[in-house]
C-alpha cells in the first residue's frame, strides 16, 4: 500500500511559467513532509519542507503547501527554468528518526 | 566534509555472490539509512539506524544485512544476491526525527546482478 502518492510520472512546462508538482499521502501520523529534486546519476538533495503545524513555506522561487484535511501537499516552482528539469520525490515523516517514505517521484521538464 | 560517500558506484555481480556496499557519512549524524531505486517506484527503505549498535527493518529488508558499529559507518550486505536485487542503492544521514529529520544522501551505488 503506497501511503506517499505522487500521481503524475511528469510534467513539461514553458520557462518562466509555473511549476505545480502534487503529492497526496494517506498516513495522518505523517508530521513532516519534505521534497528532493534528482539529477540523474546523482543522489537526492533536499530542496524544501514543511511542518504539520504550517499549510506553507516559501524558499526563494520554491514554495509548498499543506493541506491536512485533504492530506495533499503541492510544490510550486516560480519561475521556472530549464536547470530546474528533474525528478522531483516527495517524502514524509512520521517523526521517527531514519525513515522517510517517498513517492514515486515526478519528472520535470523546462522547455526553454 | 564529504558528507555521505558510497562505494562502489558501479557492481556487477552473479546470482549466488555476496557482496558489501559501503557507506559513510562525516557529519556526526545519529541517524542513517539505505534505500533502493527502481523505476516507477520511487526511493524504499531497506534497513535504517537510529545510532551506533542500533538497526532496524524498513520496508523491503528481504535479501539484506546491516550493522552499525561506529557513528560513521553503515554497511549494507547482499549475501546472496538476487536479479531482483537489481537496483540503485542510496545511503543517506540525518540529526534526528521531527523536523530535523532532512536526510542528506549519497551519490548512489547501481547495482547490476546477472
Known amino acids: 500500500d503506497q501511503q506517499v502518492k505522487q500521481n503524475s510520472p511528469s510534467l513539461s512546462v514553458q520557462e518562466g511559467r509555473i511549476s505545480i508538482l502534487n503529492c497526496d499521502y494517506t498516513n495522518s501520523m505523517f508530521d513532516y513532509f519534505l521534497w528532493y529534486k534528482k539529477y540523474p546519476a546523482e543522489g537526492p538533495t533536499f530542496l524544501i519542507s514543511i511542518s504539520s503545524i504550517k499549510d506553507k513555506n516559501e524558499d526563494g522561487r520554491f514554495t509548498v503547501f499543506l493541506n491536512k484535511s485533504a492530506k495533499h501537499l503541492s510544490l510550486h516552482i516560480v519561475p521556472s527554468q530549464p536547470g530546474d528539469s528533474a525528478v522531483y520525490f516527495c517524502a514524509a515523516s512520521d517523526n521517527q528518526g531514519g525513515k522517510l517514505i517517498f513517492g514515486q517521484g515526478t519528472e520535470l521538464s523546462v522547455k526553454p | 566534509n564529504a558528507g555521505v560517500t558510497q562505494t562502489p558506484k558501479f557492481q556487477v555481480l552473479k546470482t549466488g555472490q555476496s557482496m558489501t556496499l559501503q557507506c559513510a557519512q562525516d557529519m556526526n549524524h545519529e541517524y542513517m539509512s539505505w534505500y533502493r531505486q527502481d523505476p516507477g517506484m520511487g526511493l524504499r527503505l531497506i534497513h535504517y539506524?537510529?545510532?551506533?549498535?542500533?538497526?532496524d527493518q524498513g520496508e523491503v529488508p528481504n535479501g539484506y544485512n546491516v550493522s552499525r558499529s561506529t557513528t560513521e559507518d553503515f554497511p549494507l550486505r547482499l549475501l546472496s544476491a538476487a536479479p531482483s536485487q537489481t537496483s540503485v542503492y542510496f545511503c543517506?544521514?540525518?540529526?534526528?526525527?521531527?523536523?530535523?529529520?532532512?536526510?542528506?544522501f549519497g551519490p548512489g551505488t547501481r547495482l547490476l546482478v546477472l
Open positions: 543517506a544521514s540525518s540529526n534526528g526525527g521531527g523536523v530535523e529529520e532532512t536526510q542528506y
Open positions: 539506524s537510529v545510532g551506533a549498535g542500533i538497526t
